[in-house]
């Protein structure tokens, strides 16, 4: 089969890349600028709002996984844009070209949509995929981490000094390794009865998630770090300090107002009735291990 792929320059789509290439599945990948050569991959110059790329994206492919999408941006737009219109662009273009399957990398945060911009654009983007006709699967992955992530890599840096600032010690959130959630983007290509028409909330098995300061704890460990200082900021701190990232950052602020809202809700767990199928999928990556193979990964990269 050939699949069509969204984002697959990106964090997870490198890895979803490298993963199709273990199993021999053939790529057809979007790209906004020229690519080396690759392996079992057809590069497609173009961008979501490209339909000549997009419709040569979709030529024959048996189906298209889109991971394409925005975390951050500076407004409203900004993430209707790329997640809501960048959706719709990849969906027409599927429908036209008579792609029977597709799997959409939308995110948990996508459950809450009135908490933040970026959840309510994701939840918009799945009312567009589960209009589409096809035969779709929805994964609303929770904070994903692993090499090339530059998110949760703040974290890390802030672990080597001994201190990972974290939202209020009240919430709870799970997490996921991005060579489990690649595995599992694969593995739902297949038309499933038990996965078509489906929303799925894939964690790394740990039961009721991670508390904030245990998660901490976990990359302190992570980079070598026996003991972390764990302060748990409010609300009004946050938001402070998303002022300040803005000021000195500008439009590359990891921290956000809107980014903010979301993090300071208490219950981003994986629902446990969400789970993909045991049959098909189970995460393989213990976080401990995972967390500690992403630290090495960051110090050989000279990130750390």
Not at 36 to 63: F, H, I, S, Y
Not at 132 to 146: E, K
Not at 255 to 265: E, H, I, K, P, Q
């Amino acid at each position: 089969m050939t699949i069509a792929v969204t984002g697959a320059t990106g964090f997870v789509g490198q890895t979803l890349l490298e993963e199709a290439a273990r199993q021999n599945i053939p790529i057809r990948a979007l790209t906004r600028k020229a690519q080396p050569p690759r392996v079992g991959v057809e590069w497609v110059t173009g961008d979501l709002a490209d339909r000549r790329a997009l419709k040569r994206l979709m030529r024959n492919a048996e189906a298209v996984i889109h991971v394409a999408g925005v975390v951050n941006a500076p407004d409203r737009m900004g993430f209707q844009k790329g997640n809501v219109n960048g959706t719709l662009q990849v969906v027409e273009a599927a429908v036209a070209a008579g792609v029977p399957r597709l799997v959409f990398v939308s995110s948990l945060s996508a459950r809450e949509p009135d908490l933040s911009e970026y959840g309510a654009s994701k939840r918009h983007a799945e009312r567009i995929v589960a209009a589409s006709g096809m035969d779709w699967t929805i994964v609303r992955p929770p904070a994903i981490y692993g090499p090339r992530d530059k998110e949760i890599f703040e974290l890390f840096r802030a672990a080597r000094w001994g201190i990972v600032p974290m939202p209020p010690a009240d919430g709870r959130a799970s997490i996921i390794h991005v060579a489990d959630l690649a595995r599992l983007l694969l593995a739902l290509l297949p038309v499933r009865n038990d996965t078509g028409q489906a929303v799925l909330e894939p964690d790394d098995g740990q039961e009721g998630g991670w508390a904030h300061g245990e998660l901490a704890r976990l990359i302190g460990r992570a980079v070598g770090r026996k003991t972390i200082w764990v302060p748990h900021l409010s609300q009004t701190t946050l938001e402070w300090v998303a002022k300040l990232d803005g000021f000195f950052r500008g439009t590359g602020a990891k921290l956000t107002a809107d980014r903010v809202r979301y993090m300071c809700y208490p219950d981003w767990v994986c629902a446990p009735d969400k789970a993909p199928p045991a049959g098909l999928w189970t995460p393989s990556v213990d976080s401990e291990t995972g967390m500690a193979e992403t630290a090495e990964w960051y110090r050989k990269e000279g990130w750390l």
